[in-house]
């Protein structure tokens, strides 16, 4: 069963924009934490962003200043907003909730930076 659903990567340039979106169902979205993670090639999945159910934010340090994560609880819905976008952030992007289940896993969205 789907749970979180991803959405908005693409092929960008360096220096450009994007804006992720994470669909969830309301039982998940009411009362978890929510992340997003990453995961580059040949690389492990890391934690880029993260937000309370009260909207607290955490940032990694190598997005801070230039993702923006948020949560609209009309639409149970995570986005990340990504600017300044620099090669080295291309990877699978994914969103799960805080503490990380497992089982809640998606297929991510593909964020390329390239010229």
């Known amino acids: 069963q789907v749970q979180l659903v991803e959405s908005g990567g693409g092929l960008v340039q360096p220096g450009g924009s994007l804006r992720l979106s994470c669909a969830a169902s309301?039982?998940?979205?009411?009362?978890?934490?929510m992340g997003w993670y990453r995961q580059a090639p040949g690389k492990q999945r890391e934690l880029v962003a993260a937000?309370?159910?009260?909207?607290?934010?955490y940032y990694a340090d190598s997005v801070k200043g230039r993702f923006t994560i948020s949560r609209d609880s009309a639409k149970n819905t995570v986005y990340l907003q990504m600017n300044s976008l620099k090669s080295e952030d291309t990877a699978v992007y994914y969103c799960?909730?805080?503490?990380?289940?497992?089982?809640?896993w998606g297929q991510g969205t593909q964020v390329t930076v390239s010229s």
């Open positions: 799960n909730v805080r503490p990380v289940r497992q089982d809640y």
């Open positions: 309301r039982i998940i979205f009411s009362v978890n934490a």
């Open positions: 937000v309370s159910v009260g909207s607290t934010t």
